[in-house]
C-alpha cells in the first residue's frame, strides 16, 4: 500500500527538522507554503524603539521571528556582531520555541529575566527543535495565527499563547510595576490587540512596532500538480499540517483561484491537523470537514502525523502458508549460499507480501526436481546421476534466490528513489521560494537605487546651484561696486524724467564721483569725467520753484467757494441798514464838534429856535440820502449774462473753476505747460466775467493766479546719457 503524504505548510526554510521526522517515521512529505515571511517594509520604527530600550518596563516577543528579526536589528543598532540586551529590562515571550530562540542568542535566565506560559521553559529544556507551531508567524497577540499555541488533543492544560503569557506578566510583574511606564511589542504586520489592550487597562503605555512582514507566497506549478494528484481518487491518502489562521486563510484563497470547484471540494475532505484550538475553528468555519487537534510544537505534530498514518495504513497483510511439503524442501535443498551484508538487509527490508510471493514459487518449483521416482526401481547408474540433480536443484535455488534478491534490491532503491526526488523536490520547492523572495528583495532593491539615483542627481543640481551662488558671492567688490553705481544711476535718471527732479539726479550723480574717487582707479576716469559734465549740467539748469506753484494754485483753489459772483447782489436787511443809519448818525453828530468854535459865535447872534430848525431838517435830508442809496445802486456790467446766473448754476460755476485749476495744477507737476497755461487762461477769464472783480477777494484770487504762472517757467531737463554710456562701456571692458 503507497504510503500516506504529509504536506507541511510553514514558511519556506523553517520545516526542515520537522521534514525530516516525517521522512524517518515513515511518511512522504510535500513541502506547500502558505506564508512567506520577509524584513519589514520600514525597519525605522524598529530601530527607533531598540535604540531605547532602557525606557521600557517590558518587551514582548509574539513569536521567534520577532526575536530574529528583532534582535539581528538590535546587532546592527548597536554595531556588534552579538546583541547585548540589557538586564534591567525583562522580556516576554509566547511559547518555548521563542524562549530558545532568545536562548540560542545568549538571552536567558539568570543573567535576563525571561517571562513565558508555563512550560515553556521545560519544553525549552527537553526538545531544541520545537517551533511555534512551524511557521513562524505571529501568536494571536500579533496576528490570531496560534503561534506558540495552546493545549494540544490530549486536552491538557498547557496553553502557549496571549492569554497564557498575560497570566504570567500579571503574576510576575503586576499592574504597579507596568502603569505609567512604556511596553514594547516587537511583532509582525497586521493582527489582533487583546494583550496590547490587557497592557493598556494595566496602566502601561504600549508601543507596537512591526520587525518582519508576512505575505500570501505563490506556489509553483509542480507544487498544485502534486497537491491535484493528492485529491485523484485512488492516490495516497493526504494530511495538511495547518499552524496558523492566516495560513488556512491563504489556503482557502488560494484553492480558490488555482482548483477547480470539484478539486476543492475534495480538497476540503482531506485530513487537517491543527495544534490550536483556533486554527481548528478557523479551519472548521471555512468549510474543511475532518479536523484532528495535535498537541503544541513538532513533537505533537509527528504524534498526530504517525496517529493518522496507522489509522490510514491498516493491520499489515498475514503471512501466507507454504504450498507444499516443506520438510522435504527443507531437507533435499542445501543451505543458500551466503550473500553480502547489504544484500542481507535489502531482503531483510522487503515487505512480507512479496517475500511470500517469491518464497512460493521457489517452493512449487523444486519438490519435480529432486523428489526421486516412487515406481522407478533401484538402477546401477543411479548413484551417478543422482549428483547432477542434486546440482540442478541447488543451482535452481541459488537462481530463485539471487532473483529475489535482485528484486527486493531493485524494489528497495526504486523507494529510496522516490523518497530522495520528493526530498528533492520540496527542496527545489522552497528554493524557488526562496529565488523569489530574492527577486523581490532585488527589485526592492532595485526601485531604492533609483530612487537614490533620483535624489543623487538632485543634490548634484543642488550642488551646482550652490556653486553658482557661491561663483556670485565671491564676485570682486570692483563688479559689486560697478552695479550699484549703475542701480544707482539709473535709478535717478527715472527720477528725473517723471518728475523733473533735478536735485535728485544731482545728488545720485555726487554718490556716485564720490564712491568712484574712493576707489581711486585710473579705469575710472573716464566715468568720473563723464558723470562730472552731466553734474555741470544738472547745476546750470535754473531754479523752478515747482512748489510754490502748485500752493499757490491751492488756496485759489480754496477761496473759489467764498468769491463773490455778480449776479449774488441781494437788498440789506434790516438789521444791517440799522446798523447804517448808526453809523450815519454818528457822522451827523461828529460835525457840529468839528465846526464848535463857530457855532459859538452864531449861537451869540441867532436865536436857539432856529438852530433847532436847521438841525432837524439836516437830520431829514441824510436819512432821505441813504435810503435812496439803499434802494438804487448804479454799477457797470459788461456780460449780462453774468447777472442772470440761478443758485444752482453758479454752484457749477465754481466747481468748474476749482476743475480748471486742479487740471492747470497737475499740468504744472508733470511739466506739461501748454496745458497748464491754457487750463490757467481759461479759469481767470471765468473769474474775470463772471465773478465780481471789484471785491477784494476775487482781486486776491486773481493776484494769486498771475504768480503762480509767472514761478511756472519752462526749463528743458538734461539727461544722464552720458554718465549711463561710459558706465556701459566700462562693464563691457
Keep these: 500500500m503507497p504510503r500516506p503524504t504529509v504536506v507541511v505548510t510553514r514558511p519556506a526554510g523553517q520545516s526542515r527538522q520537522l521534514t525530516e521526522a516525517l521522512s524517518a517515521a515513515g511518511l512522504d512529505v510535500l513541502g506547500f507554503p502558505l506564508l512567506a515571511i520577509g524584513p519589514a517594509a520600514d525597519e525605522g520604527p524598529l530601530r527607533a524603539a531598540l535604540a531605547q530600550l532602557a525606557d521600557f518596563a517590558l518587551v514582548v516577543f509574539v513569536s521567534p521571528n520577532a526575536v530574529a528579526f528583532a534582535l539581528d536589528a538590535l546587532a546592527q543598532v548597536q554595531d556588534k556582531p552579538a546583541p547585548r540586551w540589557p538586564e534591567a529590562v ?19 535566565a539568570p543573567a535576563c529575566r525571561v517571562i513565558a506560559p508555563a512550560g515553556s521553559h521545560a519544553h525549552e529544556a527537553d526538545g531544541a527543535g520545537l517551533a511555534d507551531n512551524g511557521d513562524g508567524a505571529d501568536n494571536e497577540n500579533g496576528n490570531g495565527n496560534g503561534n506558540d499555541s495552546s493545549n494540544g488533543n490530549d486536552g491538557g492544560d498547557t496553553r502557549f499563547d ?37 497592557l493598556r487597562g494595566a496602566g502601561a503605555e504600549v508601543r507596537a512596532v512591526e520587525a518582519y512582514r508576512r505575505s500570501v507566497p505563490a506556489p509553483g506549478s509542480m507544487q498544485w500538480q502534486a497537491v491535484r494528484d493528492g485529491l485523484k481518487p485512488g492516490a495516497p491518502p493526504q494530511a495538511w499540517l495547518l499552524t496558523s489562521s492566516e495560513a488556512v486563510r491563504n489556503l482557502d484563497g ?48 509527528l504524534a498526530a502525523c504517525r496517529q493518522w498514518a496507522q489509522a490510514h495504513a491498516g493491520p499489515p497483510a498475514p503471512m501466507p502458508a507454504p504450498a507444499s511439503a516443506p520438510s522435504a524442501v527443507a531437507t533435499v535443498a542445501p543451505p543458500p549460499p551466503a550473500l553480502p551484508d547489504n544484500a542481507s538487509s535489502a531482503i531483510s527490508s522487503t515487505t512480507p507480501t512479496k517475500a511470500d510471493r517469491v518464497t512460493q514459487e521457489h517452493t512449487a518449483t523444486a519438490p519435480p526436481a529432486t523428489s526421486p521416482p516412487p515406481a522407478a526401481p533401484p538402477a546401477r547408474g543411479a548413484a551417478r546421476v543422482s549428483p547432477w540433480w542434486l546440482l540442478l536443484v541447488l543451482l535452481i535455488l541459488a537462481i530463485g534466490g539471487g532473483f529475489w534478491w535482485l528484486q527486493n534490491r531493485v524494489e528497495h532503491l526504486t523507494q529510496e528513489l522516490a523518497r530522495r526526488q520528493q526530498s528533492n523536490d520540496a527542496l527545489v520547492q522552497e528554493t524557488r521560494v526562496l529565488s523569489r523572495n530574492a527577486q523581490d ?17 538632485e543634490a548634484r543640481d543642488k550642488q551646482s546651484a550652490l556653486e553658482q551662488v557661491y561663483q556670485d558671492l565671491m564676485r570682486n567688490r570692483d563688479d559689486w561696486e560697478i552695479a550699484e553705481i549703475q542701480q544707482l544711476l539709473t535709478n535717478a535718471g527715472q527720477q528725473l524724467q517723471l518728475t523733473g527732479n533735478v536735485q535728485v539726479a544731482l545728488a545720485a550723480l555726487q554718490s556716485a564721483d564720490t564712491r568712484l574717487a574712493r576707489t581711486d582707479k585710473p579705469q575710472y576716469n573716464l566715468l568720473r569725467r563723464a558723470i562730472a559734465r552731466d553734474v555741470a549740467r544738472m547745476k546750470a539748469v535754473p531754479d523752478t520753484d515747482l512748489t510754490g506753484a502748485a500752493i499757490k494754485l491751492d488756496e485759489a483753489i480754496n477761496q473759489v467757494d467764498t468769491l463773490p459772483l455778480l449776479s449774488s447782489e441781494r437788498m440789506l436787511e434790516r438789521s444791517e441798514a440799522d446798523a447804517r443809519k448808526a453809523e450815519a448818525t454818528t457822522r451827523a453828530e461828529a460835525k457840529p ?68 485749476l486742479l487740471n492747470a495744477r497737475l499740468a504744472l507737476l508733470s511739466r506739461n505747460e501748454p496745458v497748464f497755461r491754457n487750463d490757467l487762461a481759461a479759469a481767470q477769464a471765468m473769474i474775470g466775467r463772471y465773478f465780481d472783480t471789484k471785491s477784494r477777494r476775487v482781486q486776491a484770487a486773481l493776484t494769486l493766479l498771475k504768480q503762480a504762472q509767472a514761478g511756472a517757467v519752462s526749463v528743458q531737463l538734461p539727461t544722464m546719457a552720458e554718465s549711463l554710456g561710459a558706465l556701459q562701456a566700462l562693464k563691457k571692458e
Design 162 to 198: 496571549s492569554e497564557a503569557l498575560w497570566q504570567q506578566i500579571d503574576s510576575q510583574l503586576g499592574a504597579a510595576a507596568l502603569a505609567g511606564r512604556q511596553v514594547l511589542i516587537v511583532r509582525g504586520n497586521g493582527g489582533r490587540d487583546w494583550l496590547a489592550e490587557r
Design 90 to 108: 525583562p522580556l516576554a515571550v509566547v511559547g518555548p520555541a521563542s524562549v530558545a530562540a532568545l536562548a540560542e542568542r545568549g538571552i536567558a
Design 254 to 301: 488560494m484553492a480558490r483561484e488555482a482548483l477547480s470547484p470539484q478539486e476543492l471540494a475534495g480538497l476540503r475532505q482531506v485530513q487537517c491537523i491543527a495544534p490550536h484550538a483556533r486554527i481548528a475553528e478557523q479551519a472548521a468555519a471555512l468549510g474543511f470537514a475532518h479536523v484532528l487537534r495535535a498537541a503544541p510544537g513538532d513533537e505533537g505534530l
Design 441 to 457: 528583495t532585488v527589485k526592492e532593491l532595485q526601485a531604492k537605487v533609483g530612487a537614490l539615483d533620483g535624489q543623487l542627481g
Design 593 to 660: 464838534d468839528k465846526g464848535n468854535t463857530k457855532n459859538v459865535a452864531r449861537s451869540a447872534a441867532a436865536p436857539s429856535v432856529g438852530n433847532a430848525v436847521a438841525g432837524w431838517f439836516g437830520g431829514l435830508w441824510d436819512s432821505v440820502r441813504d435810503e435812496l442809496t439803499q434802494v438804487i445802486r448804479i454799477r457797470r456790467v459788461d456780460d449780462a449774462q453774468a447777472l442772470l446766473l440761478t443758485g444752482d448754476q453758479g454752484w457749477f460755476l465754481r466747481e468748474n473753476v476749482k476743475l480748471r
